[in-house]
């Protein structure tokens, strides 16, 4: 089918139309609220630290331009990604939530809404650590201004309600069935900054660098095709169901197969490991100008360190993979599998039901992250390499957009063409 039949198929299907221009007008809005400034802020000067500023650079990047502009959505969705890492982990250790993620969908209702109970804290501990920040930054005059304790208090509640509204629009987009809303927010923002970042680059590359032109290029295409090699490929294991009689039918006698993705958590390892890798450097931050020698100098040099090439590199490769397993190990669960199978009369050739299926699922789990977390791990640090090579840094944020960008748009096709054959389904019942 030719892309044009495709669109005309996708116009024609009314529900998810109206599912598309809903997503698009959510995304405009979150648009609109990242260039809302809270009042009494030189915008302008906040604009030029944050360009001279690289990790502040690469957050303001996934807020949308929401921090530079200090506006009311500035922290972004953040919080709420911090605050799903912690329930993530505590599903792993605490029983009672062990316990309610087996519960299916309501189990996971519940433990959404716990996570959207702590990002309220965790937005307000973020806002007030963004504002002192800024606020001990731009030498003798400050970036925000002489803020009174009300503006100052006023500006945490309001930055905290626009997380919590940005996390209201994600869930909003989610319902909709055509992508994870968070990722298509920050996925956003990202696109949004791309050609400020691109411009930026443009001015910096001369025309005796056109050398380094094409190579940005070239790791761009890399990029891509790597991103979609490793997020489109599956194995394919083969499960067989016996015949089994029930009354006057019979049932089974199918050969079938179980997909497994290369990388089943996508995009998302991608994103915690930026959060997490611009959690140490954005905390040394306040303690630069500390009044204790010896912690004004690991303040110094914890941000030294992060700023160097090779250990950021390594670090940002090693979260890269770990969270490509421990993403998988919460999403993918082979004990509950190899059970659903036996309960099915399924199993796999060779492979005894229950306990035996269950270590063979992991195994191959297992030996798939290992391929997948690398490969991605070596596309997120492909452009810190051509930065050691090259000296531009404007499009080293580029190459992290691109690893985001790709996987949303691929998984947001893969949600569209799913619906629109179960529409097709629907429309020939």
């Not at 993530?88 to 209702?109: C, D, F, H, N």
């Not at 360190?305 to 490509?324: E, H, K, M, R, W």
């Amino acid at each position: 089918m030719t892309i044009s039949e495709r669109l005309r198929q996708l116009w024609q299907a009314k529900e998810i139309r109206n599912d598309i221009f809903f997503v698009l007008m959510v995304l405009v809005v979150f648009r609109i609220g990242a260039h809302i400034p809270i009042p009494g802020v030189d915008v302008g000067n906040l604009r030029q630290f944050f360009a001279s500023n690289q990790i502040l650079g690469l957050l303001n990047l996934f807020s949308g331009g929401g921090l530079e502009n200090f506006s009311i959505m500035m922290l972004g969705v953040g919080p709420y990604i911090t605050a799903s890492i912690i329930f993530q982990l505590l599903t792993m250790i605490v029983p009672k939530l062990e316990e309610l993620s087996k519960e299916g969908e309501a189990g996971q209702r519940k433990i959404n809404q716990y996570t959207r109970w702590a990002t309220v804290p965790l937005a307000i501990l973020q806002g007030f650590g963004f504002i002192t920040l800024l606020q001990r930054q731009g030498g003798s005059v400050s970036l925000l201004g002489d803020l009174t304790t009300f503006q100052y208090v006023t500006a945490i509640l309001t930055v905290t309600a626009g997380t919590m509204f940005l996390t209201w629009l994600g869930e909003l987009i989610s319902e909709r069935r055509l992508g994870n809303g968070i990722s298509l927010l920050i996925f956003a923002g990202i696109v949004a900054g791309l050609p400020t970042a691109i411009q930026q680059t443009l001015l910096v590359i001369d025309k005796t660098q056109i050398t380094n032109m094409v190579l940005f290029a070239l790791i761009a295409i890399v990029t891509v095709i790597g991103v979609v090699y490793i997020t489109e490929g599956q194995r394919n294991i083969p499960v067989s169901y016996a015949r089994r009689v029930r009354g006057q039918k019979m049932y089974g006698g199918v050969n079938t197969h179980l997909p497994i993705r290369v990388n089943i958590g996508g995009v998302i390892p991608i994103i915690f490991a930026i959060s997490v890798i611009l959690f140490p450097p954005m905390i040394a931050q306040f303690f630069v100008q500390a009044k204790s020698a010896w912690l004004a100098q690991t303040a110094n040099f914890i941000i030294q360190i992060f700023n160097d090439n090779l250990f950021y590199g390594i670090i940002y490769f090693l979260l890269v993979v770990a969270f490509t397993y421990f993403y998988s190990a919460v999403v993918f669960n082979p004990e509950q599998i190899a059970e659903n199978l036996q309960k099915q009369g399924g199993f796999i050739p060779g492979i005894r039901p229950g306990r035996q299926t269950a270590e063979y699922l992991r195994q191959v789990v297992n030996r798939l992250n290992l391929t997948g977390s690398i490969f991605l791990g070596a596309i997120a640090v492909l452009p810190l390499i051509l930065r050691a090579f090259t000296g531009v840094n404007t499009l080293v944020i580029g190459g992290t957009s691109l690893l985001i960008v790709v996987s949303v748009v691929l998984e947001v096709v893969k949600r569209v063409e799913t619906q629109l054959q179960m529409h097709e389904y629907e429309v020939k019942a």
